[in-house]
């Protein structure tokens, strides 16, 4: 994994490296424009409810408070400073106040009302800095936020064995086989499928409760084309 020299660990808040923090700087905007291409291609829309887990300094934020309807955007992050940062110099107060985000400022889902349940989920570069032990954990908190129709898009990096880790390691990186994903998802109940969507340096894939529809693109290419002929409803 390509990280900068300086990620801005040990800066205070107010600091300029609040892009860095999350990941190579000059990856933000790749990652962000990334993202949200791969969640409108998959369905998302402007009506839905979106969970950003790891929210960070809204590098997805950015694009997606905007686009989603009022108070359909809720992001989860454990560093407060990294959202105030993001809202400075990425959103600006007024357009949060006009789409009144929620923000929820702990390491996991707990304390988040259960009433809440959310179209979609994302998890971009937070699988890829858990053990086994965190990543089973995620994936229970999530699947009882999400609706029956509802999915979780989330990156992992990709290993040959199974491993040592536990718990959350940044900066540095996990890996995980494949099996061992899918094993993690089946057992909390997700249906599970890799995504054939570029990353600088992990993968893509879909964590779907049941009622998520998937079979338009089960033969065919994951695009906009493709959901635009055959997924939309």
């Given at each position: 994994m390509s990280l900068p020299e300086d990620l801005g660990l040990g800066r205070p808040a107010g600091d300029q490296h609040y892009r860095a923090y999350v990941g190579p700087p000059q990856n933000y905007d790749l990652i962000s424009a990334m993202s949200f291409g791969l969640l409108t291609a998959l369905g998302l829309?402007?009506?839905h409810s979106l969970l950003d887990i790891g929210c960070g300094s809204l590098r997805n934020g950015r694009l997606l408070i905007p686009y989603l309807n009022?108070?359909?955007?809720?992001?989860?992050?454990?560093?407060?400073?990294?959202?105030?940062?993001g809202i400075a110099r990425e959103l600006g107060a007024s357009l949060i106040e006009i789409k009144g985000?929620?923000?929820?400022?702990?390491?996991?889902?707990?304390?988040?009302d259960l009433d809440?349940?959310?179209?979609?989920?994302?998890?971009?570069?937070?699988?890829s800095h858990t053990g086994r032990d965190l990543l089973e954990h995620w994936l229970h908190s999530i699947i009882r936020l999400l609706k029956p129709s509802g999915a979780l898009i989330a990156t992992y990096f990709l290993g040959d064995s199974e491993p040592s880790e536990t718990g959350w390691i940044y900066p540095g990186?996990?890996?995980?086989?494949?099996?061992?994903?899918a094993a993690c998802a089946r057992q909390q109940g997700f249906r599970f499928r890799p995504l054939d969507w570029r990353h600088p340096s992990q993968r893509w894939a879909?964590?779907?409760r049941p009622e998520f529809d998937d079979s338009w693109f089960a033969e065919?290419?994951?695009?906009?084309?493709?959901?635009?002929?055959?997924?939309r409803k």
């Open positions: 829309r402007q009506h009022r108070e359909r955007y809720v992001g989860i992050e454990p560093n407060r400073w990294l959202v105030e940062e985000p929620r923000f929820h400022f702990a390491a996991s889902a707990e304390g988040l809440d349940h959310f179209d979609f989920a994302l998890a971009q570069s937070i699988f990186g996990v890996r995980f086989p494949e099996a061992t994903m879909l964590f779907a065919r290419p994951l695009g906009w084309n493709t959901w635009f002929d055959y997924g």
